[in-house]
């Protein structure tokens, strides 16, 4: 499995960023995809996951009403909409996939179920 996350950088407090996932190298029908993200000293903290087959979303409650998750299974890329972002959203994002066995899993929110990891790319927010 391989993942590749690319789309942060440097945004202005209010502004919008889009990251990306690339997935490949497996079947995702029953894996779950997502997003946390990591500030120095801080343990990997969960943003938002989607179950690849269903496209059924999930979200850390403080986040949903400016974070969006989705999945084009066409592409095998899953995407985080990031809307009004605020300083404390500056981290480093990690997309990461967790093989449930299931179409119908919910998606767990413990860093260390998720099995595959991609390299982080780093959101900077300027106030």
């Known amino acids: 499995v391989q993942l590749q996350a690319s789309g942060g950088g440097l945004v202005q407090a209010g502004g919008s960023l889009r990251l990306s996932c690339s997935a490949s190298g497996r079947d995702f029908a029953k894996y779950v995809m997502a997003w946390f993200r990591q500030t120095p000293g801080k343990e990997r903290e969960f943003v938002a996951a989607v179950t690849w087959s269903r496209g059924a979303t999930y979200y850390k409650e403080s986040l949903k009403d400016r974070f969006t998750i989705s999945r084009d299974k066409a592409k095998g890329t899953m995407y985080l909409q990031m809307n009004n972002l605020k300083p404390e959203d500056m981290a480093l994002y990690y997309c990461?996939?967790?093989?449930?066995?299931?179409?119908?899993?919910?998606?767990?929110?413990?860093?260390?179920?998720?099995?595959?990891w991609g390299r982080g790319t780093l959101v900077t927010v300027s106030s």
């Open positions: 990461s996939a967790d093989f449930t066995g299931s179409f119908l899993a919910i998606p767990r929110r413990e860093w260390e179920a998720y099995d595959y």
